[in-house]
Each structure stands twice: as structure tokens, then as C-alpha cells.
């Protein structure tokens, strides 16, 4: 039995103190999990950007709980049969919770993100700072871990007017570090800070005791973030500054499908062993005898 990354352990991990950087990743699927797994991730969030990167949204706002609670179940299963390294431990699983699924009460609040535990995480994401404080302590009163998302929250980007990096200014940095403090006193375990400067970031990863986990947010965050699909180069019709591609599976998957194709087209697949084949006897019952195999 594999040991579990939990939520407090890695809510004790700042890199003051001497901790190794923490690795997050998105992933919506069960392969991706695998992949996520036996690359040695720390984190796998359900991010609620599988509106964008998988399901074709402009935005994170079209999908809701059953959404989320669907792909966090594949990805649970994912978990369930990976094959890593057996010391390795298991990545822990962070839903989001969607848009309007934390805005009404604290009562909807809860029954969502049970809804997202029940599917197979460990703990839920949700964004924004201390207006959002009684949901996150209904939510951790019912003892369900909570990781915060302050900064570029793409759930506001009507509010925000686009998808734009925040905390520019003094008094918009004063605000994020108050409410980085206030989340971390009700008892998040951890924070991902996204489309902040990077002093901002600093800023804040020394306010709290908990981990920062970066996206956009520069290099001094207690670990990083990024989206599978950017990180694999899936994605490639935008590349955010903040974006390494790691790879082009996007090329690579074009360049593979463009050979089945033209060997679908040209008859070269698939060839005999490529095929199941009657017993011969079947074969000369059924009047096939010298029949030439398939691909001969
Ligand atoms: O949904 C998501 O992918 C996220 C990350 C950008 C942190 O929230």
C-alpha cells in the first residue's frame, strides 16, 4: 500500500523552512493521472480550466459540479491503478470547486465540495479572499480540506475585465497579502497565487505559514503550477508568458494520425498480423480454403 501525500503534510511545506518546492499539475482524465503519478507529482488539481483545455469553453464559468465530480472520479481511478515507483507517495487530489458553486450559502458550499470528496479528492480549490471567508470555514468545519486561489481568479473575469494579471498596484498588493493572511488564518493549507508580479508573490509567501503555489506568479512561491495541457504542448493556440511547453505532444499526436491515416487510405493497415484469423479448419468449412490472408 502506497503512503498518502495528505493535506497536512503538504501544508507544512515552505521552502524557508526548507522543503523542497512543490509540484502541481492539472488533469482531468485517467491517463493523465497515471502520467501525473508516475512523473512524481506532489498535488493533481481538477482544475475548473477543463472548460478551456478539454471541453472547448472560452472560459472557466460553463462548468459546474457534476462536471468537476466526473472528471475527479476518473481521475481517482487513474490514481487507483497507476504503477510509479512503489515509494513513491500518492499525489493528493484537489478539486475546484466550480463558479456559483460557493457563492450562495455556506450550506450549498459544503454539500458541493462533499460532493467532489465523495468523487475522490482530498480537498477542494476555490477562489477568492475574505468575503469568501464563511464558506471556507463551513467548508473546513466539515472537515474537508481547503486550498485558497488569490490573484488572477478566472471565475471574476467579468469582474475583472479579462483575464488580467492583478495586484499592480500598492493598495490592489496590500489587499492580496491581507487576504493571503486571512485564509491562511481560517485554515487553508495552502494558496495558489496566479497572475501576480512576482514582489507580490514574495510578498505573501513571507506573510504565511502555509505554501504559495505559483502560476504567473514568478519563481519565489513556495512551489508551481501549470496546466497538463500547456505543459505538453496540447494546447497550442496561446502561450501564456508564464507557460513552459515541456513537450509537443500536439505535433507529435498531428504527425501519428496524418500515418494512420494515409496508411488507411493507401491499404498498408491493417496488414495480416494486425487481423484475428479463422482456424483453418473453420476456414475450409465455411469454403475459404486458399483464401489469401489479409496484408499477403
Ligand atoms: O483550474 C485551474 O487549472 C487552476 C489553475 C490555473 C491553478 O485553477
Redesign the pocket.
Known sequence: MRTQLTAPAIGARKVRDGSEPLVMV?AYDAPAARMADEAGVDLI?V???VAMVVLGYDD?LQVTVDDLAHHTGAVARGLATSAPDRSAKKPLIVA?LPWMSYHTTPVDSVQNAAQLIRAGAQAV?LEGGRKRLPMIEAILDAEIPVMG?LGLT?QSVHAMGGFKVQGREHRAALELVADAKALAAAGCFAL?L?GVPDEVARMITDAVDVPTIG?GAGPRCDGQ?L?YHDVLGIEDRILPKFVRRYADLKGAGVTALTAFADDVRSGAFPVSEESYHLATDVAETLGLYGMAPIGV
Open positions: 492539472t488539481l482544475g475548473d480550466s472557466t475546484d480549490k486561489h478566472p495558489v496566479e502560476i503550477v496546466v
